[in-house]
């Protein structure tokens, strides 16, 4: 079974701090997406990797970075957290279309 | 990326076969037709994926017309826990850097 695991299920964080959320996959995937999904307005792509360093913006990056340093490992940095950056984040990775997500992380930003 | 239109919502009962329809009129040559299921506080799950005429696996079975401009997913005999979110998806795999794009779904209600 292929595994895409999110490093924390729940993270309260405070408003200015820098976050790390890691998304590890074990079955060697090319592609990782990050997204957030709030309520009304679906999932939406921040960013997504299609190889080891390469990165691409999605619809909503602003306020995001990710790093790609090794092909099974993907993180979502915010780089000064918010309250509008409250929400449930969710990795995923796959060959192109047939992705595999992660159980997500639900943080609040306090 | 090709647009999809999917109805925002649908009622069924439970034993009924439920049928919903993705609208993609410029879907491109390479496209394919992804569907996904999101049950609440789960990430999606990738549930059936075609190029034409019929796709049918132990879930669902995916129907396309000759000119692919929609698509339908059957679901047979539907239960209380097959109630939610289903997305549309369209897009070339073999298109390495292929954004995996979600559109608004179609939210599944199955009644007792």
């Known amino acids: 079974d292929v595994k895409v695991t999110q490093s924390s299920r729940y993270l309260v964080k405070r408003t200015g701090e820098k976050v790390f959320l890691e998304c590890v996959q074990d079955?060697?995937?090319?592609?990782m997406f990050w997204y957030r999904q709030d309520p009304g307005l679906g999932l939406r792509l921040i960013y997504f990797?299609?190889?080891?360093?390469?990165?691409e913006k999605g619809d909503i990056p602003e306020g995001y970075s990710v790093s790609r340093e090794k092909k099974e490992r993907f993180s979502l940095i915010l780089e000064s957290a918010s309250t509008s950056q409250t929400s449930m984040y969710l990795c995923?990775?796959?060959?192109?279309?047939?992705?595999?997500f992660g159980q997500g992380t639900r943080l609040t930003v306090v | 990326l090709a647009k999809t239109t999917q109805p925002i919502s649908m009622d069924s009962y439970e034993g009924q076969e439920v049928n919903i329809t993705c609208s993609h009129n410029n879907i491109a040559t390479n496209d394919y037709i992804t569907w996904y299921q999101q049950f609440p506080s789960q990430g999606p799950r990738f549930i059936i994926q075609?190029?034409?005429t019929k796709v049918t696996n132990e879930v669902a079975s995916l129907f396309i017309p000759a000119d692919r401009k929609s698509s339908t997913l059957s679901l047979p005999r539907v239960s209380l826990s097959d109630t939610a979110v289903y997305y549309c998806?369209?897009?070339?795999?073999?298109?390495?850097?292929?954004?995996?794009?979600f559109g608004s779904g179609t939210r599944l209600l199955v009644r007792p």
């Open positions: 075609g190029y034409k």
């Open positions: 079955m060697d995937h090319e592609n």
């Open positions: 995923a990775s796959g060959p192109n279309t047939e992705a595999f």
């Open positions: 998806l369209v897009g070339d795999i073999g298109d390495s850097s292929y954004k995996l794009i």
């Open positions: 990797s299609y190889d080891v360093k390469m990165k």
